[in-house]
């Protein structure tokens, strides 16, 4: 018999699941997911966030109870952002290194609590900042590096002491990484893991989370265009990321996910350390409304995305369908 064309069938591979599985090329597990967490003063609060459906800020009991449902699902790790009071947000950011602020005690409770579960915290100020800015600002209204830097680098140390596992500076002020590596070995925090937002791009993508955590209106029409990246580039990103690892990162992020996916794989090629993809509020957004339109099917959208951001080089992932994710797989 005559061999006919096509000599090689791909799609032989593509037959079943079980096959298709067999070669995949990459997977998503349950411990790849890390669940942002919004934090709230308060007891036994939750408050809806407008941009973000189906996602609450918590008071920190409600907070534990939500984790520990989340650590019973099979969930690594947790991010935490916490929304205070206006009356504590300040133009020198001091609440953000409270060592009894929200966070601080969110994350003391948590550890005593729920034990077994890796703590993310933010360092930035754009929480604390009476004008929403991630840093300090001059009288001129320039954001103020040097100066900034001292106060990311107490606040991080105050995380590390109330038992933060990983500390993840995503203010991208130059420098800090540095900085908090030498205050953290200086007071003996040696296993503290620094998570750096290495390549943070200046997005439009996060407009809800500023929302969620309140400096969306402090911040006004005011842009981050003078330290987050701007989205045209990438040598830039190769760039912070090469700093951030002489500096003393452990791990990087790229952030936003999904429209930068280029970026996490340029990173994987050419450097060795694990990286982090951030599927930030935006992504997040733009998915529900359009689920919740009944224009795309939720569950397959979201695996999808997911999916495409560990073949870009991911290790894991921020995302706030974590929890949805870990029922969709049980
Ligand atoms: C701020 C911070 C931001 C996000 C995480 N940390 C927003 C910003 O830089 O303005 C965005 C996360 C998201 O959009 O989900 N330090």
């Not at 935490?80 to 003391?108: D, T």
Request: proline content about 3%; some cysteine; hydrophobic content about 40%.
């Amino acid at each position: 018999m005559k061999r006919r064309y096509p000599n090689t069938r791909a799609r032989r591979l593509r037959v079943n699941t079980s096959i298709r599985d067999l070669v995949s090329e990459s997977s998503l597990k349950s411990s790849d997911l890390i669940q942002p967490i919004f934090l709230m003063d308060g007891k036994n609060k939750k408050q809806k966030i407008k941009t973000m459906p189906d996602i609450e800020r918590l008071s920190i009991d409600n907070a534990i109870k939500e984790i520990k449902k989340l650590r019973n699902f099979g969930i690594g790790a947790i991010a935490l952002f916490p929304c205070i009071e206006k009356k504590l947000k300040s133009s020198n950011a001091a609440e953000a290194f409270n060592a009894n602020g929200l966070v601080q005690r969110a994350i003391k409770e948590i550890k005593e609590r729920v034990g077994d579960i890796t703590i993310i915290s933010d360092v930035a100020l754009d929480p604390y900042t009476s004008h929403g800015q991630d840093g300090l600002l001059s009288k001129k209204g320039e954001i103020l590096n040097d100066e900034t830097i001292e106060v990311l680098s107490k606040q991080a140390i105050s995380h590390a002491q109330a038992g933060a596992d990983i500390v993840a500076p995503s203010d991208m002020m130059d420098g800090r990484i540095k900085k908090i590596r030498t205050e953290l070995e200086n007071n003996s925090f040696k296993n503290t893991i620094i998570l750096s937002y290495a390549a943070k791009y200046s997005s439009n993508f996060y407009g809800p989370f500023r929302d969620a955590v309140g400096s969306q209106k402090n911040l006004g029409s005011s842009k981050k265009d003078t330290y987050q990246m701007d989205s045209r580039n990438t040598n830039e990103a190769l760039k912070e990321v090469e700093l951030d690892i002489n500096e003393g990162a452990d791990i990087v992020m790229v952030k936003p996910g999904l429209p930068y996916l280029d970026i996490v794989r340029e990173i994987k090629n050419k450097f060795n350390i694990p990286i982090f993809i951030y599927q930030v509020s935006g992504e997040y957004s733009m998915i529900k409304a359009a689920t919740k339109n009944g224009w795309l099917n939720e569950q397959e959208i979201v695996m999808e995305a997911l999916a495409c951001m560990k073949r870009s080089g991911a290790n894991a992932i921020i995302t706030y369908y974590a929890k949805n994710v870990l029922e969709w797989m049980r």
